[in-house]
């Protein structure tokens, strides 16, 4: 990728991340366009945008010009397959994206979003297969942990599911999605004090995460509505 492109890339993806103005992305977006419009990663980036701004369609159509650059790039077809898993097409998602595996398994973004994209189809124990297999290769990762541990609960492994959440706050920090998942599990297991809990320190650790602040309201909320309810 042209250097300058893959720097305006990130700085777009740092004022997304930041919450900052979303026309210095958008508009650092353009510019990597135009530097090298038939990048992949610069076709993800434009589809991106154009979903965020409520047009799913064009950023799809995006997508499929890429793809069509080099209809055999496992890179391009995972770009689609991710895209959409995540407005609507599930199925079509999932195909593009085991495609896109089988033809290089040694990507493990692509499968990643493989994983990703099954969990969210509700074939929870396929996701856990295929992010097991990313675990062996990055052990480390926190996040990867954390969403191991919340696809154990899901599969009824409670334990296992704890005992991962916990490797996954003691590693390293964590994005604040690790606090929201386990906060998300512990309100569903009834255990409310400590669902509470992971939601303070996740927001001692990320003061300004949206994620958290937006759970934490509602939480304070469903909590204030019980109370009125036992008054009443």
């Not at 047009?55 to 010009?65: C, P, Q, T, Y």
Request: charged letters at 30%; proline letters at 5%.
């Amino acid at each position: 990728m042209n250097p300058l492109a893959r720097f305006l890339l990130r700085y777009a993806d740092a004022a997304q991340r930041a919450k900052g103005d979303p026309r210095a992305g958008a508009r650092a977006v353009r510019m990597a366009a135009r530097l090298a419009p038939r990048d992949p990663e610069v076709a993800r980036a434009r589809a991106e945008r154009e979903r965020e701004a409520g047009r799913a369609a064009e950023g799809e159509r995006i997508l499929r010009d890429s793809l069509a650059l080099a209809p055999e790039a496992p890179a391009r077809r995972a770009a689609l397959g991710s895209y959409l898993s995540r407005v609507g097409k599930t199925n079509e998602g999932i195909e593009l994206l085991e495609r896109a595996h089988a033809a290089d398994p040694n990507i493990l973004e692509s499968r990643l979003e493989l994983a990703l994209a099954l969990a969210s189809a509700g074939r929870h124990a396929q996701a856990e297969s295929h992010l097991s297999a990313i675990l062996e290769q990055r052990p480390r990762d926190p996040d990867l942990r954390g969403y191991r541990a919340y696809l154990y609960h899901r599969l009824g492994r409670r334990a296992e599911s704890e005992s991962e959440f916990a490797r996954a706050l003691a590693d390293a920090i964590p994005s604040d999605r690790v606090y929201a998942w386990r906060a998300i599990l512990l309100a569903e297991n009834g255990k409310k004090n400590e669902a509470a809990e992971s939601l303070r320190a996740g927001l001692a650790a990320f003061p300004n995460s949206t994620r958290l602040l937006g759970d934490y309201a509602r939480f304070l909320a469903e909590q204030g509505a019980r109370r009125r309810r036992r008054i009443c």
